[in-house]
């Protein structure tokens, strides 16, 4: 199975069915907080539910097209991010994430995007990294603005949000910029 070390109190891992109970309480613990930019909470309503998205997944591991990876902080469950789809043809990802309510503003977020752009371009042999946020869901755009990636633009109504439409604010890199990046 995948796992990667991030930093020493920080690993993200693929996730197996054995990780539904933890997944659904740390959903069920931050459901209010998740709910307010992620529009798959209300439909996450057991640990089954928490099970069957785990297990399409793995589903998308073997196909190669990408993976979603738990997050653990000094062991625990923390959040979750991962490769929306990898297109090989264009040599492209997207990537998503969410954390915990009570793991929030430690930095976590910014470190694991920043192993997964690593894996992107590194592992991957990809070409460009797209990140996408809400306009005003501000903790998660200052991510990838912390790691130098370029606003694009802003994709008009771009998501169903429950009872309403909300813009995206796109964000990439590419691999020739990144190596700039991590220089600097």
């Known amino acids: 199975m995948f796992r990667h070390r991030v930093r020493d109190d920080i690993e993200i891992k693929l996730l197996e069915p054995r990780d539904a109970d933890a997944m659904f309480a740390l959903t069920e613990g931050s459901r209010t907080y998740l709910r307010q930019w992620l529009p798959w909470v209300d439909a996450t309503q057991t640990v089954d539910d928490s099970k069957a998205f785990i297990q399409s997944t793995l589903q998308q591991f073997a196909a190669n097209n990408g993976f979603q990876a738990g997050i653990l902080y000094r062991g625990e469950l923390a959040g979750v991010i991962g490769f929306h789809g990898v297109s090989w043809t264009n040599r492209s990802t997207s990537i998503g994430y969410w954390l915990g309510e009570r793991f929030q503003g430690q930095g976590i977020m910014t470190c694991v995007c920043r192993a997964m752009v690593n894996i992107a371009f590194e592992e991957y042999g990809l070409n ?14 200052a991510i990838p603005e ?18 309403y439409f909300v813009d995206h604010v796109v964000y990439g890199m590419l691999a020739a910029d990144w190596s700039l990046v991590r220089e600097s």
């Open 128 to 141: 460009r990294v797209e990140i996408r946020a809400a306009v005003e869901n501000h903790k998660s755009r």
């Open 146 to 163: 912390r790691l130098g990636f370029q606003q694009e633009g802003v994709c008009r109504q771009a998501e169903w949000l429950y009872d």
